[in-house]
C-alpha cells in the first residue's frame, strides 16, 4: 500500500515533504515569480521530487519567456490553457492560444514566450530521466531575451545571468 505524502508550508504554498500520493490544489501549491514568470511544480524540495514525469504549471506575462531556449533528450508535452504566447522552435514562431497543444519529440530546440493583452498560462510535462539538455545559440531566442550568447549544456551557466525566482504568493489572475 502506497501511503499518502504530509504536506509542509514552505514560503506561501504547500509542498509535498515526502512520498507517496497527495492532492494539492494549483492556489494552495508553493508558487515561484521571477524573470521568467510564475510557476509551480507541485513537487517538494527534500524527499518530495518526482522521479519520472515533471508537470509544471508556468505563467507568463506578455514578453516574458517561461525558460531558456532549449533542447531535452526526452519528449516534453505542452498544454495553453490560457491566454496567448509564442512558440519558438526549431528557428520558426508559432502564436498559440488557450488549448493549443504542443508536442517537442526529443532534440527539438524550443521556448515559450508571453504574448497577447495579459497572462499566459501553460501547463508542461517532460521526463525526469536526468538526460542531457542543450541551450544552442539562437538569435531568434536572443531577439525575445530566451537566448544563450554561447551554447552550453550547463543549467546553472544559461541561467547565471538571473536572479532565482523567489516565493510568492498565488495569484488568481495566474489560473485565467
Known sequence: MVPEAPQKQVGHGL????????VLNARDARWLQGVFGAGTTFEGSDGGEFEQL???????????PMCM???EQEQEDFLVLAGECLLLIEEETR???????VHCPAGTDHVFVGAGTGPCLVLAVGSRSGG???Y???ELAQRHHAGVPQETNEPKEAYAPFP??????FR???LG
Open 132 to 134: 542531457e539538455i542543450v
Open 136 to 138: 544552442p545559440v539562437s
Open 164 to 169: 532565482r525566482g523567489q516565493d510568492a504568493p
Open 69 to 71: 531556449y532549449h533542447r
Open 54 to 64: 515533471g508537470i509544471n504549471l508556468n505563467v507568463m506575462e506578455p514578453g516574458q
Open 15 to 22: 509542498e509535498p515533504a515526502g512520498p507517496g500520493w497527495f
Open 172 to 174: 488568481e489572475s495566474w
Open 95 to 101: 502564436e498559440l492560444k488557450a488549448w493549443d497543444f
